[in-house]
């Protein structure tokens, strides 16, 4: 078999630079002759794509677990040919991938709810906030629909403050694109890389995004050179599944 394509996932919250990053880092491994795709999810033309992109527009309106498993089946619908690329020497680039599906469900607090515990030690209370109302949808049930797609060898995560973030242009122009929500977001990421590491599916890296672009895609540019040459061995090995 020849040498298989390295699978690299880049994720962070909106703004953070990813899809400007992902089409550097494209171009760079294509100067070099590296045989490389570019992915991106949600992948909006697909019929499922269609129904995500009319919901992310808050065109329609789709029961948030519908919508989750909706994100989930976009990935699924190009999973098998993920790992034909893979295995065929192409290296691919994906522009988020579950570790968003997961983040960005599981953040989602229904506003009505009863706030956990908003009550000061001085006895008085603070206005509810995103972050004190209980999740909508479990953790648990939120990683379930990914579980066995193509788990990548490195996942690049693009740090950026979600105040930072907010003042970048384009923000704010759709659904989950406020400050609030990304902070539970971002609260949301670490939490699933702690359970990368500790699950060994693949290599999980902290970027500072706040960085010039020029510096982030230096570091990006480190860390993929080290993914394909692959293990002490020199090979990636077979396609691993994610959790599983
Ligand atoms: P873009 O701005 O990158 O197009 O993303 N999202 C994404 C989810 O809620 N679940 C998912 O599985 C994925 C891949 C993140 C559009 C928004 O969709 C969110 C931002
Ligand atoms: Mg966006």
Redesign the pocket.
């Known amino acids: 078999m020849s040498k298989r394509g390295a699978f690299v996932v880049i994720e962070g919250l ?1 703004r953070s630079g ?2 400007t990053q992902a089409a550097t880092l494209i171009k760079r491994l294509q100067e070099s002759n590296v045989p490389s795709k570019l992915i ?3 992948d ?1 033309t697909t019929p499922i794509g269609k129904l ?1 992109d009319s919901y ?1 527009r808050s065109e329609t309106e789709l029961d948030d677990h519908a ?2 498993l909706l ?2 089946a ?2 699924w619908e190009v999973a098998s040919s993920i790992v034909k690329d893979l295995e065929n020497g192409t290296t691919v680039i994906c ?4 570790f ?6 599981a953040s989602k607090v229904d506003p009505s709810s009863k706030p956990v515990d908003t009550s000061t030690s001085d006895g008085s209370s603070v206005a509810p906030t995103h972050s004190t109302r209980p999740p909508l949808l479990p953790y648990s049930w939120c990683r379930a629909p990914d579980v066995s797609l193509p788990a990548p060898d490195l996942t690049l995560f693009l740090d950026i403050l979600p105040h930072i973030a907010s003042q970048r242009a384009g923000y704010g122009g ?4 406020n400050q609030e929500h990304q902070e539970r ?1 971002r609260e949301l990421f670490s939490r699933i890389a702690e359970e990368v590491e500790a699950e060994g599916v693949g290599r999980w890296v902290v970027l500072d995004g706040g960085l010039e672009l020029k510096e982030v895609e230096e570091a990006i540019w480190r860390e993929v050179k080290e993914a394909l040459r692959g293990g002490d061995d020199g090979e990636l090995g077979s396609v691993k599944r994610l959790w599983d």
């Open positions: 909106d990813k899809s991106k999810f949600p909006r995500i992310l919508i989750h994100f989930s976009n990935r522009d988020r991938y579950a968003s599906g997961i983040a960005f469900s759709e659904r989950y694109e977001v």
